[in-house]
């Protein structure tokens, strides 16, 4: 069994401590959490906060997680998503000293610039995840890549 990439999209109450308790799951199971995005800002009921999560396991410990989940109190449904999955869509923010390395060849990648100084370029980037990290990956091999952030979105 090998760790696979996966995105668990929670819906959940806008309360206090839903972050820290999804948070509690994976870490008390020895997961780390490669990227966290929360929205809860103009809910209009109290279920429609959203937490999405991205993480690497095996399948089974996946299964574990999303059964913890589950449980808890404040969270009212779980999608589960493998990070390659096709309805799901990346975004990043790159701060990079050049885009002479990037070439686009996949259609489905985005970016435009957001600001540009003498020494840097803060590029966002939009796509499908293959694609954010490919170009993310490409901007690090040929050393231009500053920092970075990003998530996984469900469409």
């Keep these: 069994m090998h760790e696979q990439r996966w ?18 799951v994976f870490s008390n ?18 279920e429609d906060a959203r ?16 059964r913890a989940l ?5 969270v009212v449904h779980v999608d589960v998503y493998l990070y390659t999955d096709p309805r799901l869509r990346a975004i990043a923010i790159a701060r990079v000293s050049s ?5 686009v060849a996949d259609t489905t990648l985005r970016h435009e610039m957001i600001s540009q100084t003498p ?9 499908s995840t293959t694609a954010i ?4 990956e490409t901007l690090r091999q040929h050393g231009v890549l500053l920092d970075v952030v990003g998530s ?4």
């Design 7 to 24: 995105v668990f999209v929670v819906q959940a109450l806008d309360k206090p401590g839903v972050l820290t308790a999804a948070a509690s």
């Design 29 to 46: 199971r020895g997961v780390s959490l490669e990227g966290i995005l929360g929205s809860g800002i103009a809910a209009t009921t109290a």
């Design 51 to 66: 937490l999405i999560l991205s993480f690497r396991a095996v399948e089974r410990k996946k299964d574990l997680l999303l």
């Design 70 to 74: 589950q449980r808890l109190a404040k």
């Design 99 to 103: 885009l002479d390395a990037l070439t």
């Design 119 to 127: 020494d840097e370029l803060t590029v966002l980037f939009t796509g």
């Design 133 to 136: 990290e490919t170009v993310i």
């Design 152 to 155: 996984a979105i469900a469409v």
